[in-house]
């Protein structure tokens, strides 16, 4: 038989799809700038807790002298709001609570929940045609990748440290499958359980 009778599969022409519009150079790029992030982090915590303060130490007042709600809602509001303070710090703060998984998991809630608000901010903004083309100009090339790769642009945004509240605006914005949006940001909690492991182990 012919080998060009063969009619190819529909992951081969996605495979070959992905290839020709530099989709895999793309992520490999992310995955090499998201490295570095994460190992400065890492080294600046331990910098931070053997030459500055002590981290546990901290991370105990925190939760001895703030009520949990508050911290929430700084976590829920910052990750609303794109993503201005590092999950990372949050997810150290848990590990100090009497339930570390349980506060763990509403913590990666609140991300999911305060993407999904980002995602509509992004659609609200489109309604305001200076900030729209403001942020066209600004977010070009990010709202252009999120065309052309939908989902898999939103996997990065949930796994990686990118802000997923950024992501998350800019579906909103080229008003990305809402439903689609749903599935894809549920890797947000596959994130948040994968740095708990790596960050309880350091504080």
């Known amino acids: 038989m012919n080998p060009r009778s063969v009619k190819k599969t529909r992951l081969q022409l996605l495979h070959q799809y992905y290839s020709y519009t530099g989709f895999y150079k793309f992520?490999?790029?992310?995955?090499?700038?998201?490295?570095?992030?994460?190992?400065?982090?890492?080294?600046?915590?331990?910098?931070?807790?053997?030459?500055?303060?002590?981290?546990?130490?901290?991370?105990?007042?925190?939760?001895?002298?703030?009520?949990?709600?508050?911290?929430?809602?700084?976590?829920?509001?910052?990750?609303?709001?794109?993503?201005?303070?590092?999950?990372?710090?949050?997810?150290?703060?848990?590990?100090?609570?009497?339930?570390p998984i349980l506060y763990l998991s509403i913590l990666a809630l609140l991300s999911y929940l305060g993407g999904v608000i980002s995602y509509f901010i992004g659609k609200a903004i489109t309604k305001i045609p200076s900030v729209h083309e403001y942020l066209e100009v600004k977010m070009a090339k990010h709202i252009k990748n999120t065309r052309k790769w939908g989902g898999f642009l939103i996997v990065v945004g949930a796994l990686l440290p990118i802000p997923f509240s950024i992501t998350s605006i800019?579906?909103?914005?080229?008003?990305?499958?809402?439903?689609?949006?749903?599935?894809?940001?549920?890797?947000?909690?596959?994130?948040?359980?994968?740095?708990?492991?790596?960050?309880?182990?350091?504080?």
């Open 27 to 99: 992520l490999g790029t992310s995955l090499k700038k998201a490295l570095p992030p994460i190992l400065l982090f890492i080294a600046g915590l331990l910098i931070i807790n053997y030459f500055v303060i002590n981290i546990n130490d901290l991370l105990i007042y925190v939760t001895e002298n703030y009520a949990d709600y508050i911290v929430f809602s700084v976590f829920f509001a910052s990750e609303s709001l794109l993503g201005l303070i590092p999950p990372e710090i949050f997810i150290a703060w848990s590990d100090k609570a009497a339930s």
């Open 170 to 203: 800019a579906a909103g914005m080229i008003r990305y499958s809402f439903v689609s949006y749903l599935l894809f940001g549920l890797l947000r909690f596959v994130r948040f359980y994968l740095y708990a492991l790596a960050i309880f182990n350091l504080v």
